[in-house]
């Protein structure tokens, strides 16, 4: 082991300007798989995160909606009959609708505008201020990078930019919370009671608000014992019509594209991880056929195969973990640069999945050449066969 060693880094060593320009290749390499699974996270947190956060263990839905938000419609009275289950502890519509934030030195901010019931799941905790606690106020509750993106904080006024029959119109509204970040459809959120919401949103997209009851997408359900979820699952199917029930992870994962999405981004990455292993292969198979005569010479002079495929194996590990550790570094430099709203999150669970499966494809490029080494004959290497 010690001699295979030695061996690996003597020749390293020698060459350090030749590995060195390899580990750098080996370096992008592992730039390119960590910022596509750093986007693979971004893309899915921006699309999950709110309702990942969400204070509830069940989602309610219409019925014929597939479980798609905005294709469902929560009526008032659905949401009563909901809240009269036996086990549920408390029960908050939802709604959601898009709208902007106009800055005056760049375009505007788009938005979730998220309706809630003040007091009942669905509403976001504050890190700052206080939280919605009147249903009709015109007081809203910022997500954590709209305050930073519009440098606004508790006590300012923020304006909303909607569409009202095919007109924009601006609401001037009174920030009194500052909650962490909670994106829902790839943008940061905005929190408002239901009426506010109501009388804000876009009506053409909602086709006006003449309704004498507002319906809401969903309904957050928090229950008095979570381990009893099955339960009163059955018990809202049975008890509530035309209603369909999910808990929050399918909810995100019936988000449109969320899984198209996910699947192009991991199949980038496999396509990634075999341009490296075929790259790690080709380049220490051109080393082996260069030091056909030294293999050779090795094994002439009663050097063990052990020795030689160890000091091959080592050779490979150093050189990629070189890579690995400028990529990564390089990889934790760029994230400090970006801004909020870019989706890019670095996660220590995709990132040392990511490493890990670099380290694996360097030893895995170089079978081919470890073999190779391995079935050099030494008078054949050295000429001297007849």
Same mark, same amino acid.
């Given at each position: 082991?010690?001699?295979?060693?030695?061996?690996?880094?003597?020749?390293?060593?020698?060459?350090?300007?030749?590995?060195?320009?390899?580990?750098?290749?080996?370096?992008?390499?592992?730039?390119?798989?960590?910022?596509?699974?750093?986007?693979?996270?971004?893309?899915?947190?921006?699309?999950?995160?709110?309702?990942?956060?969400?204070?509830?263990?069940?989602?309610?839905?219409?019925?014929?909606?597939?479980?798609?938000?905005?294709?469902?419609?929560?009526?008032?009275?659905?949401?009563?009959?909901?809240?009269?289950?036996?086990?549920?502890?408390?029960?908050?519509?939802?709604?959601?609708?898009?709208?902007?934030?106009?800055?005056?030195?760049?375009?505007?901010?788009?938005?979730?505008?998220?309706?809630?019931?003040?007091?009942?799941?669905?509403?976001?905790?504050?890190?700052?201020?206080?939280?919605?606690?009147?249903?009709?106020?015109?007081?809203?509750?910022?997500?954590?990078?709209?305050?930073?993106?519009?440098?606004?904080?508790?006590?300012?006024?923020?304006?909303?930019?909607?569409?009202?029959?095919?007109?924009?119109?601006?609401?001037?509204?009174?920030?009194?919370?500052?909650?962490?970040?909670?994106?829902?459809?790839?943008?940061?959120?905005?929190?408002?009671?239901?009426?506010?919401?109501?009388?804000?949103?876009?009506?053409?997209?909602?086709?006006?608000?003449?309704?004498?009851?507002?319906?809401?997408?969903?309904?957050?359900?928090?229950?008095?014992?979570?381990?009893?979820?099955?339960?009163?699952?059955?018990?809202?199917?049975?008890?509530?019509?035309?209603?369909?029930?999910?808990?929050?992870?399918?909810?995100?994962?019936?988000?449109?594209?969320?899984?198209?999405?996910?699947?192009?981004?991991?199949?980038?990455?496999?396509?990634?991880?075999?341009?490296?292993?075929?790259?790690?292969?080709?380049?220490?198979?051109?080393?082996?056929?260069?030091?056909?005569?030294?293999?050779?010479?090795?094994?002439?002079?009663?050097?063990?195969?052990?020795?030689?495929?160890? #000091?091959?194996?080592?050779? *490979?590990? @150093?050189?990629?973990?070189? %890579?690995? =550790?400028?990529?990564?570094?390089? $990889? /934790?430099?760029?994230?400090?640069?970006?801004?909020?709203?870019?989706?890019?999150?670095?996660?220590?669970?995709?990132?040392? #999945?990511?490493?890990?499966? *670099?380290? @694996?494809?360097?030893?895995? %490029?170089? =079978?081919?050449?470890?073999?190779? $080494? /391995?079935?050099?004959?030494?008078?054949?290497?050295?000429?001297?066969?007849?």
């Amino acid at each position: 082991m010690s001699n295979g060693f030695h061996l690996a880094w003597l020749e390293v060593w020698r060459n350090r300007a030749r590995f060195l320009l390899f580990s750098l290749v080996i370096a992008l390499i592992t730039l390119l798989i960590l910022f596509v699974a750093a986007l693979g996270e971004g893309l899915g947190l921006g699309n999950r995160e709110y309702l990942q956060k969400l204070d509830a263990d069940l989602i309610v839905f219409q019925d014929t909606a597939q479980l798609q938000i905005s294709a469902s419609q929560i009526s008032p009275a659905q949401l009563r009959a909901i809240r009269r289950v036996r086990g549920v502890d408390a029960a908050g519509a939802i709604a959601f609708a898009g709208a902007s934030i106009p800055r005056a030195s760049a375009k505007p901010m788009d938005i979730s505008l998220i309706g809630v019931e003040p007091g009942l799941p669905g509403a976001p905790p504050v890190l700052s201020g206080k939280t919605l606690y009147r249903s009709a106020s015109d007081e809203v509750v910022l997500d954590a990078v709209v305050a930073q993106m519009a440098g606004l904080a508790v006590g300012d006024r923020v304006t909303i930019r909607s569409i009202q029959d095919d007109r924009e119109t601006l609401y001037d509204l009174t920030v009194i919370g500052i909650t962490d970040s909670r994106k829902y459809s790839i943008r940061s959120a905005v929190f408002v009671p239901m009426d506010t919401w109501d009388r804000i949103r876009s009506q053409a997209m909602a086709g006006g608000s003449n309704m004498t009851e507002l319906p809401h997408n969903i309904a957050a359900v928090r229950l008095a014992d979570p381990t009893q979820a099955d339960e009163v699952r059955q018990a809202l199917l049975e008890q509530v019509d035309r209603v369909a029930i999910a808990d929050r992870q399918a909810t995100w994962e019936n988000a449109p594209g969320y899984s198209e999405q996910q699947s192009t981004l991991n199949t980038q990455r496999g396509f990634a991880l075999l341009i490296g292993v075929l790259v790690i292969g080709g380049f220490f198979q051109i080393q082996t056929l260069q030091k056909v005569g030294q293999i050779g010479m090795l094994k002439a002079v009663g050097t063990p195969n052990r020795t030689i495929a160890v #000091a091959s194996l080592l050779q *490979i590990v @150093l050189v990629t973990a070189i %890579g690995v =550790l400028i990529g990564g570094a390089a $990889a /934790l430099g760029l994230a400090q640069v970006f801004p909020g709203n870019v989706p890019i999150v670095f996660t220590w669970e995709s990132g040392l #999945a990511a490493v890990g499966s *670099i380290m @694996l494809m360097g030893p895995l %490029g170089g =079978l081919v050449s470890i073999r190779y $080494a /391995l079935r050099v004959e030494p008078l054949t290497a050295l000429g001297l066969s007849a």
